[in-house]
């Protein structure tokens, strides 16, 4: 796989456990380890931090569960359409999870720019797609889409914040005048 | 109407630069048609039996005559000088080459439309009422709501590669012309007992293959919690709707599946989980939305002698028209005029470039530059004076756009069907000429008042034939077409899933069918009972004899 973060190929600092793990139990399948561990036990380290692969049809309970103690999380696309994934990484930031949130998948680099904004931070895509998605597609990608009616991550970048400034200027000059702030 | 800042003006200009590149990256190999599919799809991009078509968006059914203008060059340019309203508030153009896409994106964005999100499986083209802040039964004018939720889901980060389209209405009055029933989501906005307005929230209506009504699952949404909720709805959808078929995978199964309370429950709970909505400031932006669709200054005076000039013509043609065409408007000495595209022998909904260019003249001159497009495939000149309806009228009719039918037998919805679209099983456009010739007597046509038929080519019921008062499904068995009929559909407040009827017709029995239908209703008919009303009175069984004597 590859790894993209902030528009570039990187190298993976994380180390996958997954295949080893299965193997000391008796389950040689070399491909376990890209499967999402079932057990609770992490499937990824990198020194003494642990992370999690997650299946899109994970309960949302057990995903915020091991979310508290995970540094990062890879959420699976199985498909480039199968967009479960986006609500996944965004309802685990709105539970609070502040580690690395990591796309795995089939992904192109139309889609970098709505991964970033649904909360993730990095992508990791097949070697053979990223012999024709090039590291180029990825950084034009970052920023894809320009300006957005939805900001939530990408401040600078949203219409509505910029469109209603003066508004949200004299509020705050209201508030900063009066004695206290609701 | 509403009008681009340089906000709206700068994303809808990127999305068409992005496509350009896109196209490239197509055309160079560097996307698959897999990975491009869903890319063109989300620019409003089809293949189809033919060629190309490309549906472009009319935001809630309004258009301005400059607008019209553009459309029907566009026509002229890249389609073969015709353009096709849909059942959605669209417009299609078929033959565009791929490689002249781009530039004809470029030439709606200088009017400030596009086709961003008219197909694939992303929130759709949102849809409202074709008389929107001109009805007189209008709790509040809905678009603003429509804008305000176009924005919000334009290129939605969570909300863009759903498990299948997702296709929201929203209506102001308490008579429905939106079809809230029949949609993914349909908001109704409402005034609660404490005089408050806000949102009635629908779900999981839907036509197709499967035709649901849809469930109320609030009764009540105060304003500014509208996307937070939605949000919450959505994402309960995203996670849980299914993928393994596209057959169920819109939220209607999803709904069914799980029970409306089990939905309204996941919903809430993920409401109360989210800490807001993606898109802040809704109500500022509402506000700020609102402000563009204040009612038009109408020059008062004059017009309220309004219709004592217009009734002294004594044309029956016009009085007909008058009559049918012709809606009232909040302000007094206006009204609103349908201008139906159902002439006889020609398609549902087709317009050709020079229809367009009458259209939009017109509303220059008598409707404040304003058009809107219908779900029933027509279109409207919102604002005109009363006292200039004859000479309107008459302009209307020497270009043969002057058919007083709206909403009678031969103003008929159909799909493509198996003339241009690559899923039909049957045609359909033929059918609704041969029904519109048999009863083309204008006195006939009166006589049998307000009747619907609508039509579609195949099971995806784009010609929303469930909720026709009188439904046809073209299909197809051992290489010949036959047709089905519903009965008793109804796709307003009093919403109804047409029942069937019996075995189908070939494509020569079918107008005599519905001969048969039209003469029984005339038969059972009580006073001025309309066609549904007598369905609903005597039932499908007095129907279902008059359709299938001729066989015992
Ligand atoms: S109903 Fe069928 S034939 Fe008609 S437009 Fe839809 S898919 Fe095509």
Redesign the pocket.
């Known amino acids: 796989m590859q790894l993209i973060r902030d528009g570039r190929f990187v190298c993976d600092r994380w180390i996958r456990i997954g295949a080893e793990t299965a193997s000391e139990g008796g389950d040689s399948n070399p491909a376990a380890g890209c499967e999402p561990a079932d057990d609770g036990r992490p499937t990824l380290v990198r020194g003494s931090e642990i992370g999690f692969d997650l299946d899109p049809d994970t309960p949302m309970d057990r995903m915020r569960h091991l979310a508290k103690h995970a540094a990062l999380l890879v959420v699976r696309f199985p498909s480039p359409t199968d967009g479960r994934g986006f609500s996944v990484a965004r309802t685990l930031r709105d539970s609070g999870f502040g580690g690395e949130l990591r796309a795995s998948g089939p992904l192109i680099a139309d889609q970098y720019d709505f991964l970033l904004r649904s909360g993730f931070d990095s992508v990791e895509i097949p070697r053979a797609l990223a012999k024709r998605q090039p590291e180029k597609f990825w950084r034009d990608g970052m920023n894809g889409l320009g300006d957005t009616y939805q900001p939530r991550d990408a401040e600078h970048r949203a219409i509505l914040r910029r469109r209603h400034a003066t508004t949200l200027g004299s509020t705050e000059r209201t508030h900063a005048g009066g004695e206290s702030l609701p | 109407m509403y009008r681009y800042d340089e906000f709206d003006e700068k994303f809808v200009r990127e999305r068409v630069a992005q496509f350009r590149e896109q196209v490239q990256r197509r055309l160079d190999g560097s996307l698959t048609e897999a990975e491009f599919k869903p890319l063109r799809l989300m620019n409003g991009l089809y293949l189809q039996l033919h060629a190309y078509m490309l549906r472009v968006a009319i935001p809630y059914g309004v258009l301005s005559a400059d607008q019209m203008r553009a459309l029907a060059d566009i026509a002229d340019r890249y389609d073969r000088g015709y353009g096709h309203f849909t059942t959605r508030q669209n417009i299609q153009f078929n033959w565009p080459k791929l490689v002249d896409t781009p530039e004809l994106l470029d030439a709606l964005a200088d009017v400030q439309m596009h086709a961003i999100q008219t197909s694939g499986n992303c929130i759709r083209n949102v849809t409202s009422d074709p008389l929107a802040g001109v009805a007189a039964d209008e709790v509040e004018d809905p678009r603003p709501t429509a804008e305000l939720l176009r924005q919000w889901s334009s290129l939605h980060p969570e909300f863009s590669y759903l498990p299948r389209k997702f296709k929201i209405a929203v209506s102001g009055s308490p008579n429905d012309r939106t079809a809230v029933f029949f949609h993914d989501v349909g908001l109704r906005i409402v005034r609660s007992q404490s005089g408050e307005v806000g949102y009635q929230v629908i779900v999981g209506g839907g036509q197709g293959r499967t035709p649901v009504i849809g469930a109320v699952l609030r009764d009540f949404l105060p304003k500014g919690e509208l996307l937070g909720y939605l949000e919450a709805l959505m994402r309960v959808y995203n996670l849980h709707g299914r993928r393994d078929n596209k057959y169920k995978a819109r939220i209607k199964i999803l709904v069914r599946a799980l029970g409306v309370e089990a939905f309204r429950s996941e919903v809430d709970a993920a409401y109360a989980a989210a800490p807001g909505p993606s898109f802040e400031l809704e109500r500022e932006e509402l506000a700020r939305i609102a402000a563009y669709f204040e009612a038009p200054r109408l020059p008062d005076r004059e017009n309220v002698v309004g219709l004592s000039c217009v009734v002294r013509a004594k044309d029956p043609r016009f009085l007909r028209w008058l009559g049918r065409n012709c809606s009232t408007h909040k302000v007094d000495g206006y009204s609103a005029v349908t201008v139906t595209l159902k002439r006889v022998g020609g398609e549902p909904g087709d317009a050709s470039s020079s229809a367009m260019r009458t259209l939009a003249a017109l509303a220059d001159e008598y409707s404040q530059s304003e058009l809107r497009v219908t779900h029933e495939q027509n279109i409207v000149l919102p604002h005109v004076a009363s006292r200039r309806l004859y000479s309107l009228w008459q302009e209307l009719e020497g270009a043969g756009l002057g058919d007083g039918n709206r909403g009678l037998i031969t103003d008929i919805i159909a799909?493509?069907?198996q003339d241009y679209?690559a899923?039909?099983t049957a045609r359909?456009i033929p059918v609704a000429q041969g029904i519109a010739a048999s009863f083309a007597a204008p006195q006939d046509q009166e006589d049998i008042g307000p009747l619907s038929i609508k039509i579609?080519?195949?099971i995806?019921?784009?010609?929303h034939h469930h909720v026709g008062h009188i439904g046809i499904l073209g299909l197809e068995k051992g290489g010949q077409e036959f047709y089905q009929v519903t009965l008793g559909g109804d796709a307003t407040e009093t919403p109804a899933i047409g029942e069937r009827a019996g075995p189908g017709f070939s494509s020569s029995e079918i107008v005599g069918a519905v001969e048969r239908l039209v003469a029984r209703y005339r038969e059972q008919r009580e006073g001025n009972e309309t066609f549904l009303e007598t369905y609903r009175r005597v039932g499908l069984k007095s129907f279902r004899e008059s359709l299938y004597a001729a066989d015992t």
């Not at chain 2, 995806?460 to 010609?463: E, K, P, V």
């Open positions: 799909c493509p069907g679209c899923l039909a359909a579609s080519g195949c995806n019921a784009c010609g």
